[in-house]
Structures are given as C-alpha cells and as structure tokens.
Nanobody, 124 residues
Framework: QVQLVESGGGLVQAGGSLRLSCAAS????????MGWFRQAPGKEREFVAA????????YYADSVKGRFTISRDNAKNTVYLQMNGLKPEDTAVYYC?????????????????WGQGTQVTVSS
C-alpha cells in the first residue's frame, strides 16, 4: 500500500499562486499513475489533473488547463500541483490519489489510494 499526505494549501487572493505537494510513503509512486482531485462544499469530487507513471503524460480538466501544472519527482516520491491564476471557483479541498494502471484517469472510482486533503481558499 501507499500512504499519501498533501500539503501546501492555504488562503490566497484571486490571481495568486499555490503549489501543492503530495508526499508518498510505503511504496514508490513510480508504480502508480497519480492524480489530483478537488471537492467543494456541497459538490461531488471532481478531476483536476493526472500524470502517468512512466512517460509522465499529463491530463487536465478544462477548467484548469493553462493555469495548473501537475508534475512528479519519483526520486522524492512526491507529486506536485502548481496552481497559477487562481480563481474563487478553485476553492475546494484538494486530494492526491494513486491508481494502478487501469481505469480512466478522470474517474474517481479508478483510484485506489487517497490522501486526507488540503484546503485551498481563493478570495475575490
């Protein structure tokens, strides 16, 4: 099993930036495709970004494309989400997740392991 711990969330003004980190332990993340999801109050958890385990191909939700960047450092066993140009509608709890190579990268149910989440709040 792999354990995931997110950090880097906080309060930021609209237009600002944050970098989220997801530190893994227990197993190396090189065995997993990784993803970031978010959940706003009263809404379902939604896909944000994903990165594959070998070629580091990246995928983004349309709402964050061009503003967010997902990356991974297998040597540090860490995945990152660089968020620029933040908007109030980006406010949510952000979750890191890992999946074995099956299922669809945007599907919550495809992911096997989840972190506890980190709060991101963007003020207008």
């Amino acid at each position: 099993q792999v354990q995931l711990v997110e950090s880097g969330g906080g309060l930021v003004q609209a237009g600002g930036s944050l970098r989220l980190s997801c530190a893994a332990s227990g197993r190396t993340i090189s065995s997993y495709h990784m993803g970031w999801f978010r959940q706003a109050p009263g809404k379902e958890r939604e896909f944000v970004a994903a990165i594959t385990k070998i070629l580091s191909n990246t995928y983004y939700a349309d709402s964050v494309k061009g503003r967010f960047t997902i990356s991974r450092d297998n040597a540090k066993n860490t995945v990152y989400l660089q968020m620029n140009g933040l908007k109030p509608e980006d406010t949510a709890v952000y979750y890191c997740a890992a999946r074995v190579p099956s299922g669809n990268y945007y599907d919550v149910s495809a992911y096997d392991y989840w972190g506890q989440g980190t709060q991101v709040t963007v003020s207008s």
